[in-house]
């Protein structure tokens, strides 16, 4: 199985295990499949608008296995990147929700509402309901000095009414009113993954996400190994158009294709497919499942791109076998 050898999934949430309310198919037995194979479960989220507790909740209330020790967010990689450049008990004004709050508190920072109240930091998180009067306050707050973080610089995140507008499409708000830009602490950049390597003391993670911008560049600037899942973000166009840092090691449906045995992909060939080049178009040749042929594909396309990337046009044949 591809989880042979992994002592740890690092699990990214939306567009992987659920989407809003209601869990991808599959996910909850897969998840429980693989515990029960001996592989640590860490859930691993950008979203900061929740505590571990509540998410937790709602993994079980889904059918995943999930304790609040399991799941590590972004909001704690943001408290701790706080508490190591502010002073003990400093006050820190929260633009986002409850789970940024209590990830202060939990650090010994005094979470404020209030530029009024000389906060050493301001720390921004999405949360239900965000209001232009905290984005106001957190804006006079960084232009009195405070040190600007944001949990997270996604443009977007996946529900099942669509994409809406995720954390780093409100963190523009402060970072255009002011000129400064904020300090990230999630996925791509290194505090979260530094969190969740403390958190889950993993020797051997598989980093699983839907997003090549975020979980897979983030496995990337860690140097450690990734499966991307197709039930969120990413499409078959933008895994194969990836550039080197969005390129996945393994390419799955969605979380079943953990507990299955990764097929080998050789000089674009996977499956009953092959991948050829004519023309300046790649093409598949063959016959097999679609993720087999989407395989076979990106690992011709990449060779040929190399540290470049290929346009969609070159692949739009591929696109219309698989995608």
């Known amino acids: 199985m591809l989880i042979d050898g992994y002592d740890t999934l690092l699990l990214d949430l939306d567009g992987v295990v659920y989407l809003g309310a209601h869990a991808v198919p599959g996910a909850p037995a897969a998840l429980e499949e693989a515990r029960r194979h001996g592989v640590r479960l860490a859930y691993v989220t950008n979203n900061a608008s929740r505590t571990p507790a509540a998410i937790a909740a709602h993994l079980r209330e889904l059918g995943a296995p999930a304790t609040a ?22 006050n820190v004004l929260v633009v ?3 789970g940024l709050r209590l990830a202060l508190r939990d650090r010994g920072l005094r979470p404020v509402s209030t530029a009024a109240e000389s906060p050493a930091a301001v720390v921004q998180g999405i ?22 973080v944001a949990s997270n610089g996604d443009s977007t995140m ?4 669509g994409e809406l507008p995720g954390n780093g ?40 996400g839907d997003r ?9 600037n860690a140097g450690v190994e990734s499966l991307l899942v197709l039930t969120g973000v990413a499409t078959a166009a933008d895994v194969l158009t990836a550039e080197p840092r ?19 992909v050789r000089d674009g060939a996977c499956g009953g497919w092959r991948a050829r080049w004519e023309g300046g178009v790649l093409h598949l040749d063959g016959d097999g ?12 396309a990449w060779a040929t791109a190399g540290s470049g990337r290929v346009e969609e046009d070159m692949v739009k044949p591929v696109l219309d076998r698989v995608g």
Do not use: N, W
Request: charged share 20%; proline share 9%; aromatic share 4%.
């Open 127 to 148: 949360a239900p309901g965000l209001s232009y009067g905290l984005l106001s306050e957190g804006a006079l707050a960084v232009r009195q000095g405070a040190l600007f």
């Open 212 to 220: 090549l911008d975020t979980d897979i560049e983030g496995a990337t």
């Open 169 to 208: 499409a409100m963190v523009r708000v402060i970072a255009t009113a002011t000129g400064v830009e904020p300090v990230y602490a999630g996925k791509p950049d290194p505090p979260l993954h530094r969190e969740s390597m403390i958190r889950t003391e993993a020797r051997r993670p598989l980093v699983v």
């Open 96 to 98: 986002g929700g409850s």
């Open 158 to 161: 996946p529900t099942q009414r």
């Open 289 to 300: 499942s679609r993720i087999d042929g989407l395989r076979a594909a990106c690992d011709a």
């Open 246 to 264: 969005h390129r996945p090691t393994y390419v799955g449906e969605d979380l079943r294709a953990l507990l299955q045995p990764y097929p080998e």
């Open 69 to 90: 020790a399991d799941v590590v967010t972004s909001a704690q990689a943001a408290a701790r990147l706080v508490a190591e450049r502010v002073p003990p008990g400093a």
